[in-house]
Nanobody, 123 residues
């Protein structure tokens, strides 16, 4: 198991930027592929982005492609989500998650979750 703690959420105006961080502890961080998900008010949790063990391979939901960037620093046991050009529709609780196996099914296989961090984008 790996424990995950997100930070960096907050209130931002439309067009602004935020960087979320997710600090991991426990098992070897580099042995996990990482992902970001979000849950908007009244909606189900949705996939946002994922990266491979090294971070060299990334994938994104169409709704955030070109605006969000996932990255990781294995020396710091941290994964990041840089969010630019934020829109009110990006308002959600954002969760990071870890999975031991990287696969093309980027929304599946996560067995470790953080508690979430709130992102609110005002218009």
């Amino acid at each position: 198991q790996v424990q995950l703690v997100e930070s960096g959420g907050g209130l931002v105006q439309a067009g602004g930027s935020l960087r979320l961080s997710c600090a991991a502890s426990g098992r070897t961080f580099s042995g996990y592929a990482m992902g970001w998900f979000r849950r908007a008010p009244g909606k189900e949790r949705a996939f946002v982005a994922a990266c491979s063990y090294s971070g060299r391979v990334t994938t994104y939901a169409d709704s955030v492609k070109g605006r969000f960037t996932i990255s990781r620093d294995n020396a710091k046991n941290t994964v990041y989500l840089q969010m630019n050009s934020l829109e009110p529709e990006d308002t959600a609780v954002y969760y990071c998650a870890a999975r031991p196996i990287w696969s093309a099914a980027h929304q599946l296989g996560y067995d470790n979750w953080g508690q979430g961090t709130q992102v609110t984008v005002s218009s």
